[in-house]
C-alpha cells in the first residue's frame, strides 16, 4: 500500500482509495462532487477499474463494528470512523490502524467504527 494524505478537507475516502489501490492522489476523482451519492460514485468507478465493494455494517442494533467483526475481514479495508459524528475514513488491516490520510501519528479509537468497505478484485 502507498500512503497517500489528504490534500484538503473531506477527501480522507479518496485518500484511502488511492493509497489501497497504489494511485497518486490526483488519479482518483472528487467522488463527493460528482452527484449526489458519494458512495455509488465511487462504486462505479471502481466497478470501471476491476473491483467489487462490499460494505459492511455492525449488526443490528449496534452502533460500531466489534473487534470481532473488524477481525473477520482479510486484508487491508477502508473503515468509516466516528470523529464525534463526522464519518472519518482511515485503512485497516487486522483490526489494527494502517493509514491515516490526515497525519500518520494520530491516535484513532478503533471502538468507533461505524462501516467497513472492502474492494474485491475482479
Known amino acids: 500500500m502507498k500512503k497517500v494524505y489528504q490534500k484538503s478537507d ?6 484511502c482509495i488511492a493509497s ?4 497518486k492522489y490526483e488519479e482518483v476523482p472528487v467522488f463527493r462532487l460528482m452527484g449526489k451519492n458519494m458512495f455509488d460514485n465511487a462504486c462505479h468507478w471502481l466497478l470501471a477499474k476491476g473491483y467489487k465493494v462490499r460494505l459492511s455494517q455492525p449488526q443490528r442494533g449496534a452502533k460500531y463494528l466489534s473487534r470481532r467483526e ?3 475481514f482479510k486484508g487491508d479495508v477502508l473503515a468509516g470512523l466516528d470523529m464525534d459524528g463526522a464519518c472519518h475514513a482511515i485503512v485497516v488491516n487486522n483490526a489494527e490502524l494502517v493509514h491515516d490520510p490526515i497525519s500518520p501519528d494520530k491516535e484513532v479509537d478503533m471502538t468507533r467504527i461505524l462501516n467497513v468497505t472492502e ?4
Not at 10 to 15: L, R
Not at 119 to 122: A, E, F, I, R, W
Open 10 to 15: 473531506n477527501d480522507c475516502f479518496n485518500s
Open 20 to 23: 489501497m489501490l497504489e494511485l
Open 70 to 72: 473488524l477481525l473477520s
Open 119 to 122: 474492494l474485491v478484485k475482479l
